[in-house]
């Protein structure tokens, strides 16, 4: 039986980063997508972006939808305040296992709750089971039509407040057409582009900042 590209992409970390060091991790993940087989992780040069990006909201409470393998997950929680919390979403059960290994390598894993199914589905449930009142901030890099959905289902739920940071990966490769044009026109965002490059390749690919304003009705 041959392994998965997630279970390679593990055994690399476990060979080559140290235990409870969230920098090794994310290098020897870029290292493995660099010179051994791609992955759709975030990557180096869109990672930094999000770097300066979670630095810049220095959120309490944040949520990741589409955990993978956990790379972004690693970079968003390594960059906490003391006592933040992130919930990560993952539909694939094969990936959410790794993601879960990779998470802990990295020392993080009280500070990450890693929940398994849609987000179509737990989304209305977070604040019941996860005692959540609003995110501080939102990083979106799961299937890209679920991006539109997956937001208007995030007011709905009223888990955005006033000035609440929407982070999407991908708008430009694979692409969201349908949810660019929504905060770039919406009222409700105060949006902006950072163009860059699709991970460990030469493809353009950018990432989109929307900040949310909050609702007109009083
Ligand atoms: O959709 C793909 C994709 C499409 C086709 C083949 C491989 C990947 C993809 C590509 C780059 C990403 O950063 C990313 O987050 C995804 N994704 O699946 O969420
Ligand atoms: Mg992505």
Redesign the pocket.
């Given at each position: 039986t041959h392994s998965s590209r997630p279970q390679r992409l593990l055994r690399a970390v476990q060979k080559g980063a140290v235990r409870g060091d969230a920098r090794s991790v994310v290098a020897n993940i870029d290292r493995f997508c660099h010179h051994s087989e791609w992955a759709?992780?975030?990557g180096d040069e869109k990672g930094a972006i999000l770097d300066s990006v979670v630095s810049e909201v220095n959120p309490a409470l944040a949520l990741e939808l589409?955990t993978?393998c956990g790379y972004s997950t690693v970079r968003i929680a390594r960059l906490l305040p003391p006592g933040g919390r992130l919930i990560t979403l993952e539909f694939n059960p094969e990936y959410a296992a790794v993601a879960r290994q990779v998470i802990e390598w990295a020392g993080l894993e009280d500070s990450v709750q890693l929940v398994e199914g849609g987000s179509g589905d737990w989304i209305p449930q977070l604040k019941e089971h996860f005692g959540v009142q609003s995110f501080d901030f939102v990083f979106l890099?799961?299937?890209?039509e679920r991006y539109l959905p997956d937001i208007h289902l995030l007011e709905e739920c009223e888990l955005l407040r006033k000035g609440t940071v929407v982070l999407a990966?991908?708008v430009v490769?694979?692409g969201a057409p349908d949810y660019l044009a929504y905060v770039r026109n919406s009222p409700a965002y105060q949006s902006s582009y950072f163009q860059s490059h699709?991970?460990y390749t030469k493809a353009v690919?950018g990432l989109e900042k929307s900040v949310y304003l909050g609702t007109t009705d009083a």
């Amino acid at each position: 039986t041959h392994s998965s590209r997630p279970q390679r992409l593990l055994r690399a970390v476990q060979k080559g980063a140290v235990r409870g060091d969230a920098r090794s991790v994310v290098a020897n993940i870029d290292r493995f997508c660099h010179h051994s087989e791609w992955a759709m992780n975030i990557g180096d040069e869109k990672g930094a972006i999000l770097d300066s990006v979670v630095s810049e909201v220095n959120p309490a409470l944040a949520l990741e939808l589409g955990t993978y393998c956990g790379y972004s997950t690693v970079r968003i929680a390594r960059l906490l305040p003391p006592g933040g919390r992130l919930i990560t979403l993952e539909f694939n059960p094969e990936y959410a296992a790794v993601a879960r290994q990779v998470i802990e390598w990295a020392g993080l894993e009280d500070s990450v709750q890693l929940v398994e199914g849609g987000s179509g589905d737990w989304i209305p449930q977070l604040k019941e089971h996860f005692g959540v009142q609003s995110f501080d901030f939102v990083f979106l890099d799961h299937w890209k039509e679920r991006y539109l959905p997956d937001i208007h289902l995030l007011e709905e739920c009223e888990l955005l407040r006033k000035g609440t940071v929407v982070l999407a990966d991908n708008v430009v490769c694979p692409g969201a057409p349908d949810y660019l044009a929504y905060v770039r026109n919406s009222p409700a965002y105060q949006s902006s582009y950072f163009q860059s490059h699709l991970e460990y390749t030469k493809a353009v690919d950018g990432l989109e900042k929307s900040v949310y304003l909050g609702t007109t009705d009083a």
